[in-house]
């Protein structure tokens, strides 16, 4: 049984730490699809572009063409 002191992995987290990653995974690779993040974290095209507004909305990547992601210049520090 988890005590009021234990740490705790939350939905929040997760999230974080999958965006992060999805953020990682297209400054790696240049260009990506979203079916190419879809198959890449097993997860819902619907939970993707969710992720991908939210990297958008901070300016961290960017829609050249419809369905395709890239980063933009702005610097990120992961950590």
Known sequence: MLGSGSLSITSTDRMMTRIKSIYLFISKHGTVSTNELVE???IT???V???L???AY???VKSPN???W???SKRV???
């Open 40 to 42: 890449e974290f097993g």
């Open 49 to 51: 572009q969710r992720d």
């Open 66 to 68: 419809r369905g395709f």
């Open 45 to 47: 095209q619907r939970t």
């Open 53 to 55: 507004n939210v990297l």
């Open 77 to 79: 520090k992961v950590g």
């Open 70 to 72: 890239t980063t933009t």
């Open 58 to 60: 901070n300016e961290l």
